[in-house]
């Protein structure tokens, strides 16, 4: 029973073991894969109908990056990342074409666990990544396609992370690291098991600070995780804990003329995020008998998110309207200058998921059956708050009707909002929402060996949704037409099936069909309406209904062994969603806009790798090829766009139209990733990384005709000429205004970064990183902007067109030694 426990906990980290009761199924020492976020006796990776990417903890922290998602960028397939938040810590992850993203807004397609606990944000379904202590893991596995058995949000993925427990981390250790961007980090962690073996425990604390390489980009870090663990022959219970203080600094897109001199310019301040964070995991197991397993968690987590962002602000107004107090008593008014948003989110998750494993003979064959149920609730109170501050920005403004102030101060030199002054409108709340979600499930999965060739895995999983929305300012939808007052329920059965043929140890082919679903969650069901756009994130309106996105994932593959030391993988895939949910820019709000249902879009690619090791050499190579399009036609609203409409008179100003078979923004076509390691001596050893990754289209140019330096669609708009790049019109309303300077694509880029680690002794390692060692210019994402700065920096310029970009971060390096005493709690 020791043996099956021990089993158990490899299991979960996806590890070489010996399967135990699981022999029943399979006899010899090989790959596993438990097939559900919990762990249960585990399959044959081989006979899994997926390409299962794993890393392990000593991998993930021996190469450099901040997070786990530096390490998939540089390793693994159809994986490309960017910093959309201009934060390390911040780092948006796409894995063939889906996204695992922080910031509100974004398209979310991947679910994220951690110890079997779903940790997706029920507010937007993001994944905040700087709540997961690097390192506190203990394994990480990708899983591919629309795998319902993982729950809401998995539309392209899942990506299922295991933390460390004091029986793999034995020992004391202190760790420093510094260098670049004046970085320090320190660790301390201390873990073992008690003298019986039946108590494990661990516990470490991580602090990290830096100034970032960008303007005004601090940021600090306090991560602490725990875990005390007990277990006899056929029982074994964990408890951990995660808690995070978290000040995160993160200066997004740029305009292209500010970055042509320093690529560490920003474009307004600030942009602050504070993460509280508590997370507390009960999970345990129990062997009924040799060939019956039930495990299951209970979680609660508790966190607390502020933001306080100071950007450029707009507003259109009529004759008659009031904003603030302030009417408009000409024709055509343009309320500017800049404004401070401020957000508070407060979320209470508990849950549970139970489970049962079978691993009995079905009809005289090999048969492994798991089935369970799962609850999650959530509970959301959400607030934001703006306060502006007015100039003028347009000679259509009579400023003594308006504002008072056509000369007031909004920005000072270093792009920071500026609150004083007479244009100032005092801070007042814009949103007040109380939200509770509630997710019932029952799931079921069952893998068949119909003989030693040939596998057939089956499964399902039922989710029920419900989303009730308060609205804390306008509570009764009856009498107020912006009251986010709603109550939604989402109800899908999702299957899965796949077929597996292994004609020997070294190679197996496999096919599988699997469909899985996201529920609309608050944010995205309390600003779903054209008419009401809000900010993000910031003000919402009233929600007319969702629909539920639903993936349909179609997988081929092939995988094994060239020879005894090169493995291989390859496969092939689709996904299509129906009613994919995006945020749609608003024609009557600058910088708002609403969640809309879009109709289908596809994502299919390929996917290739070979990794082998020879003597002290290890080496790995991969390439990556995805296909994402609108499958729907649709317009969407991008005012820089050369293609947009344009003119205060023309029904679809700012509109441009998607096509059928246009491509998505910010996915690359074509990846190449290569590792190589190198072991000098017994106590030093080398590494690189070299990633590389073609064009990709930028936002706002999802129609993909976006042509910079050339003439709009239509030149001549009432007697005037829009003009090209950059030029403003002679007209005072500057909606009039030429395509942006900038290119509709960004160029494709290759990256090399080097990694050392050496053991000096007497419990003494020093290891040293550096990235972009050629100290490359390169962006790593983009987007059409508007803005109200010149090529100076100096605010107060009429509105203009630009490429916003996310410069790629130059050449760093950093250098940090580990002591370890008392039993070296080195990963293992």
Known sequence: MKLKLSAIVALALASSVSLGAAEKLTTSTINVYSPTPLPSFGLPLNIIPANIQVATPKAINSQAGVSLADYMNNNMQSVSTTEMGGNPWQPEITFRGFSASP??????????????????????????????????????????????????????????????????????????????????????EYGGVSKDGSVDYYIGHQTTKEEGWRQFSPSRLN???????????????????????????????????????????????????????????????????????????????????????GDIWEKDMESGDTYQNRTCNVADCELGGSVMNRTSTKQKNLGFTLQAAFNQD??????????????????????????????????????????????????????????????????????????????YSLFATDTLSLNDKWH????????????NNDDLLRPDPLTSSRSLTADATYARFNPTVGLTFTPSDKISAFGSYSESSRAPTAIELGCSNPANPCLLPSAMADDPPLKQVVARTFDFGLKGFVTDSIKFNASIYQTVNDNDIQFVRSTTMRNGGYFSNVGDTQRRGLDFGLNGQQDKFKWA?????????????????????????????????????????????????????????YEVTQDWSVGTNVIGYT??????????????????????????????????????????????????????????????????????????????????????????????????????????????????????????????????????
């Not at 057939?456 to 989303?467: C, D, E, K, P, Q």
Request: net charge neutral; glycine share 12%.
């Open 362 to 439: 079905l009809m005289g064959k090999k048969n492994q059956l798991i089935t369970g149920l799962g609850f999650d609730q959530s509970r959301i109170g959400y607030k934001q708050t703006e306060e502006a501050n007015l100039s003028s920005l347009s000679d259509a403004i009579a400023d003594t009707q308006v504002n008072g102030n056509g000369s007031n101060t909004v920005f000072d030199a270093s792009r920071q909002v500026v609150l004083s002054g007479a244009g100032n409108l005092g801070e007042f709340q814009t949103t007040g929402l109380k939200s509770k979600q509630r997710t």
């Open 695 to 828: 064009d990709q289209y930028v936002w706002g140019n999802e129609n993909n005709g976006h042509s910079a330096n050339a003439p709009a669609n239509d030149t001549v708009v009432g007697g005037q000429s829009r003009g090209y790049c950059g030029q403003v019109s002679s007209s005072d309303d500057n909606r009039w205004r030429g395509p942006a300077c900038g290119s509709g694509k960004l160029a494709g880029y290759m990256v090399v970064n080097l990694d050392t680690q050496y053991n000096i002794g007497n419990g003494w390692k020093a290891f040293a990183k550096a990235i972009n060692i050629f100290d490359q210019d390169y962006n790593i994402a983009g987007r059409l902007v508007e803005t109200n700065f010149d090529s100076t920096g100096t605010y107060g310029a009429k509105e203009r067109n630009a490429l916003g970009l996310l410069p790629g971060a130059p050449r760093a390096a950093w250098i940090g030694f580990r002591y370890e005493f008392g039993g070296a709690p080195e990963a293992k």
């Open 103 to 188: 910031l509100l807004g974004m398209p979310q397609g991947i679910s994220t666990y951690l110890d079997g606990v779903r940790v997706n944000e029920p507010f937007g379904d993001v994944t905040l990544w700087d709540k997961i202590p690097n390192f506190a893991i203990g394994g990480m596995q990708l899983v591919p396609g629309s795998n319902p058995l993982y729950g809401l949000n998995t539309l392209g993925g899942a990506i299922a992370i295991q933390t460390k427990s004091g029986r793999e981390a034995k020992g004391a250790a202190a760790e420093f690291e510094a260098g670049s961007w004046n970085r320090q980090r320190y660790l301390a």
């Open 621 to 677: 190579a991969s390439y990556s090829y995805i296909q994402a399009t609108f499958e729907d036609e649709l317009s969407l609203v991008s005012a820089p766009n050369s293609a947009a409409g344009y003119g205060p008179t023309n029904p679809d100003r700012y509109k441009i139209d998607v096509k059928k078979g246009d491509y998505m923004p910010s996915i690359p076509k074509h990846q190449l990733k290569l590792r190589a390691q």
């Open 456 to 467: 057939l895995n089956a499964g399902a999983r039922y989710n029920y949704t419900r989303v």
């Open 223 to 309: 991560q602490t995780f725990g875990k005390v663990g007990w277990q006899n022959e056929k029982s074994k219970i964990d408890l951990s804990y995660i808690g995070t203080d978290n000040k995160l600094i993160g200066n997004g897109f740029t305009p292209d003329f500010l970055l042509s001199g320093d690529r560490d310019q920003i474009h307004t301040r600030p942009d602050i995020t504070n993460n509280y964070y508590n997370h507390l995991v009960l999970k345990g197991s129990h062997w009924l008998n040799n060939d019956t397993m039930i495990s299951g968690n209970a979680y609660y987590r508790n966190s607390n998110r502020t933001t306080m962002n």
